[in-house]
């Protein structure tokens, strides 16, 4: 593996694992917007956790999976502030929360990291 490639697995791991993270640091508030949102942010936790594990030992699954979290991730933030989720109306006024802004900066460069590994192996 170059020096290349090793980078690009540990940014792949770092930005899946804030994407991660910033879902559980705000799980616990989601829960008093409808609790199905709750849960949904800790799964995506424990869903980056196991994509994490995936891209550091090298699977594909890893990255596919991380790619379905951060794209997911990506639309539920605009979803939530254009037509609404599921019993949670729509919330135009909170496109610059600093959690939401840094979760969308985290999620757009690791969709950016996968095209650009994709394109790269090809």
């Known amino acids: 593996m170059n020096k290349s490639s090793t980078v690009l697995l540990w940014f792949g791991v770092v930005l899946v694992l804030i994407i991660g993270l910033i879902h559980v640091i705000d799980a616990k508030d989601s829960f008093s917007d409808a609790v199905y949102k709750g849960w949904l942010f800790y799964a995506n936790g424990v869903a980056a956790s196991i994509a994490a594990y995936g891209i550091?030992?090298?699977?594909?699954?890893?990255?596919?999976?991380?790619?379905?979290?951060?794209?997911?991730?990506?639309?539920?933030?605009?979803?939530?502030?254009?037509?609404?989720?599921?019993?949670?109306?729509?919330?135009p006024d909170a496109w610059f929360e600093p959690l939401g802004v840094a979760a969308m900066i985290a999620e757009g460069l690791f969709i950016a990291l996968f095209l650009g590994k994709t394109v790269k192996n090809k």
């Open 56 to 91: 550091y030992h090298k699977h594909n699954w890893g990255w596919n999976l991380g790619l379905m979290i951060a794209v997911g991730s990506f639309g539920g933030y605009i979803a939530s502030r254009t037509v609404g989720l599921p019993f949670i109306p729509a919330e």
